[in-house]
């Protein structure tokens, strides 16, 4: 015997149109949130950050005394 195929039932979700609210908390408590991210996180931003802080400022500081070194 074969089997014959059944006919799912599929959930469609959509957002009414009268909504105002979609996506209330995602706004709610901004920066307490972005707080505790930077709090949690500061170790992983500092060994980012400061390596590109420092290759910045060493290439601006070379510039400027290749710049000075061939001024006259």
């Known amino acids: 015997m074969g ?3 059944v006919r799912m039932k599929a959930v469609v979700y959509s957002l009414s149109p009268f909504q105002q609210q979609i996506m209330p908390g995602l ?3 901004l ?3 972005i707080h ?3 709090t ?3 170790i992983s931003a500092t060994l980012l950050l400061a390596p590109l802080i420092g290759t910045y400022t060493y290439v601006q500081n070379y510039k400027e005394k290749e710049k000075l070194e061939h001024r006259y």
Do not use: G
């Open 31 to 33: 920066t307490t949130k």
């Open 3 to 5: 089997k014959t195929p």
């Open 40 to 42: 949690d996180n500061w």
């Open 27 to 29: 706004w709610k408590d």
């Open 36 to 38: 505790h991210k930077v």
